[in-house]
């Protein structure tokens, strides 16, 4: 008997060991994802949450008058190219509000083709973890803001929402979320920072 509903399943994407080498960190990854999609049962519909290793950020400045999509995309993409250089021009953007995201465009491709040989099993959604982490912490965030703290192995991402929304975020190379942390307080002294920390380990 065939299920009249989907099954929905969360799979994290996270820096695997890559049997190449010195490929980009997230073919491994996809390598791992490949031998684990076979097992989902036919309606099965996953969302990826990609890690903070393989994702950039940028926050875009909010637009004075009604910017549309196409110019949002653009300037986001301008922020990419200002801070990594030329080689950002090749990423796949994504605007969320006032956050950027950015991807290598060979992690998406790969994302959709393993999933199209696999047509018991959608990909309904990619989303990075910091964004899938500020979605579930939402209702949870006073309106003074909130520091977001999201540590994995050698990486923590940070990001600091204050009262009129996301005041900065940085992903970087850390082994220590707490000093990260701290870093970041100091260098935002001087303005009105948030009490709360919210954190998570991927």
């Not at 990423?91 to 199209?116: H, M, N, P």
């Amino acid at each position: 008997m065939s299920r009249l509903w989907a099954e929905r399943v969360v799979i994290t994407l996270a820096p695997a060991a890559d049997p190449a080498g010195d490929r980009e960190p997230w073919r491994g990854a996809l390598e791992a994802l490949k031998r684990k999609i076979p097992a989902l049962k036919n309606r099965t519909h996953v969302s990826i949450v990609l890690s903070n290793h393989f994702v950039r950020y940028a926050l875009v400045p909010p637009q004075s008058g009604a910017a549309g999509a196409d110019e949002e995309l653009a300037l986001a993409r301008f922020q990419f190219v200002k801070i990594h250089g030329e080689r950002a021009k090749a990423w796949q953007v994504r605007v969320s509000g006032e956050v950027a995201c950015a991807i290598d465009a060979a992690l998406l491709s790969g994302l959709k083709e393993i999933f199209s040989k696999h047509k018991g099993v959608r990909l309904v959604s990619i989303q990075p973890f910091l964004m899938a982490a500020y979605n579930q912490w939402r209702p949870r965030i006073p309106r003074d803001g909130a520091w977001l703290v999201l540590a994995e192995p050698e990486r923590v991402c940070l990001a600091r929402l204050a009262a009129q929304g996301w005041a900065s975020v940085h992903n970087g190379r850390e082994a220590d979320w707490e000093q990260a942390l701290e870093r970041e307080r100091r260098r935002a002294s001087g303005e009105r920072l948030p009490s709360l920390v919210l954190r998570a380990q991927l």
